[in-house]
């Protein structure tokens, strides 16, 4: 049973995990908390029911599926926070932005899909697997790879190409950066693209394991997600990944111990011990502000 | 000079409060009669709101054509409530300063309805809810009528189900957890509980929209149960289905009878095989009355109507029958007609009881190769 639960509470977590990533990767590069990520979570899957309805084939669906929530994250960037940013408006308003944006998505969504509940096609087969008495779904397991391996292309590219140390510098200072010869505006669009390619990635995988897909799907996990990247440390994908699953496995504690009506708030009971031992996160280390 | 002003302002009050009585008091004999009918129409529940004023426009269609009701043209008013109580608090102000409106279908969720109820009761406009089930909507006023089961009524033709049908004791349930969920879900503990041959195993509260209820279902599979009572839409029983089968195929998954839909179906695929649950309207009778409606629903909405639409359609009916017979829109006999009208509709005889609440007769519904059928069709009782 607590075996079961804690294989529960992983493979929740690393749905979680999944989202986390996206808005560390914008916070990280832009110091945006970006929450429209929810809403383009949830278009990401929109788009593999719809090129699927038109018989594209399930493989194609999902790249063009990912392809164009990364196109719509650059559209976000261009119609809604790049004119903030050249008017060095506030964080605060792009941060309210992107929740605006959010309803936008949620909403057009609704229009053009409806709001009630549509089925998202199974990925592959999937089979039940018993580890030590516990049973677990194969499509878990490939849950768990696929963050792992988003994880670390995300860090290597980050960390090791060319474009990731442009996307480092960005962060650091746009100005300077322009000034060594970065084209700031291609780096930032590139992070949006990045931040909403990743949404739709873990939208799919997650989507493929519920076999559920409407548009407030990213509203619940969105805030959790955002929980487990505030809790790892915003801006660390190792820390996202962590983060997500110290919420899953929490999750599957609380909801055994006390039952399920204790679940959900959970999360965040966690987030607001950790912010108030740790305000920088588990893994993250107190920023040093260079002027 | 402030005086002055101040005198002004109390003269607009009080002419405005005046002229409000006036246009309460006087409604034109002539113009169409206006029901309204407020339901979500956009936000989560949308898919609902627009299939109830569409089985609501049937009716009001169907009377129409024989010439409307008092010799006036029926109308329907729209809202949108988007299901929230905030909306309808100023939805319900929006109706009840309409003097040509008699009353008003709606609202979707119980506890929606149960924000809005006070204000038409007060103001003498008839509320007739087709979905709320909570049992204390319908006390709230003498002008607020239900025309959709009690919640524990159906818990009790499930309770039948278990012991008689499927001879099941190990029962646990999975509530939503909103205002209407979690009573429901009390209600459902309470009749379990109590009954000497079923033994409720787990009571789980889950958030509708967290999509994974892996740590119910692990800790109810622990606990035994051979039954689970979904307590929720469809939306919460196809993967509740999905996610239990998976781990205990022998699982025996029950619903409610707002879980008739087709998209129960279509989002449980295989894993929604044997759900049983209770319903008021089974669109497959052979009633030409039920098959008129149901074919017309079908060709507009593209899929056939749940049990809560045709209570839209009938609670318009029974609405206009008790105008007709009450010969006058006033309000308060009106309200006496409605009370003491037995309808015959396609959801079954309706008659509302003290309280407005209507009772309901129940057909057990199963799926079984991707389509409901009756369950004694397939038990042979």
Known sequence: MILQQAFNGLALGMAYALIAVGYSLVFGILRLVNFSHGSVYAFGAHMVILFVS????????????????????ILIDKMALSPLRKKNSPGISSLITTIG????????????????????????????ITIAGAQVSSMQIVMFIASVILLLVLTLLVKFTKIGLAMRSVEQSE?????????????????????????????????????????????????????????GGIGLFHGSIVGGLVIGVAEAIAASL?????????????????????????????????? | MKKIVSLFLVLVVSISLLSGCASTKESSQDGP??????????????????????????????????????????????????????????????????????????H??????????????????IEISNTASHPDYSSIGDYIFRNNSVISSEFGVIEDVLVNDL????VGVVAIKTDWGTTAGDIAADIFGNNPSLTLVGREDVLEGSDDYSLAIAKLKEAGAEAVIGVGMYSLLAPLAKQYKAVDPE????????????????????????????????????????????????????????????????????????????????????RDTLNAISYPGITGETQFDEIGDASKEYTKLVVKDGKFIRFSDVSGK
Do not use: C
């Open chain 2, 33 to 106: 009669l206006k029901i309204a009918v407020a339901f979500p129409m956009t936000g989560d529940n949308a898919e609902y709101g627009k299939s109830f004023l569409l089985a609501a426009q049937i009716k009001v269609d169907e009377w129409n054509e024989n010439g409307g009701v008092l010799g006036r043209e029926v109308e329907l008013v729209s809202y949108d409530d988007k299901n929230s109580g905030d909306e309808a608090a100023s939805i319900a102000q929006k109706i009840v300063s309409d003097p040509e409106i008699i009353g008003v279908l709606g």
């Open chain 2, 251 to 334: 699982i025996q998954v029950i619903g409610l009878s707002n879980a008739y839909a087709q998209q129960l179906i279509e989002l449980g695929g295989e894993a929604a095989e044997g759900i049983i649950f209770p319903v008021s309207f089974y669109a497959d009778s052979t009633d030409p009355a039920v098959r008129k409606f149901v074919d017309t629903y079908t060709e507009e909405f593209g899929s056939e109507p749940s049990a809560l639409a045709a209570q839209a359609y009938d609670s318009i009916g029974i609405l206009l029958e008790a105008v007709k017979q009450n010969g006058s829109t006033d309000r308060e006999s009106l």
């Open chain 1, 54 to 73: 038109y018989h594209f084939g399930l493989a194609p669906a999902i790249i063009l599926g990912v392809v164009l929530t990364g196109l719509l994250g």
């Open chain 1, 258 to 291: 006390f039952g399920s009506a204790y679940r959900d708030s959970v999360a965040f009971i966690i987030l607001i011990l950790v912010l108030v031992i740790r305000p920088a996160g588990l893994f993250g280390k107190k920023g040093i502000e260079k002027v």
């Open chain 1, 101 to 128: 944006i959010s309803y936008i998505i949620q909403n057009l969504l609704m229009m053009a899909f409806g709001s009630e509940k549509k089925t998202f096609p199974e990925l592959f087969p999937s089979k039940m």
């Open chain 2, 167 to 170: 001879k099941l004791s190990k």
């Open chain 1, 175 to 231: 100005k300077i950066a322009s000034l060594m010869g970065i084209n700031t505006n291609f780096i930032i669009a590139f992070t949006f693209f990045l931040g909403g390619a990743s949404a739709a990635i873990a939208s799919i995988l997650i989507s493929g394991y519920y076999q559920i897909v409407y548009p407030t799907m990213g509203f619940v996990v969105g805030l959790k997600a955002f929980a487990a990247a505030v809790l």
């Open chain 2, 108 to 125: 979707f969720a119980s506890g929606v309805s149960m924000v809005a109820a006070p204000t038409y009761n007060e103001n003498k406009y």
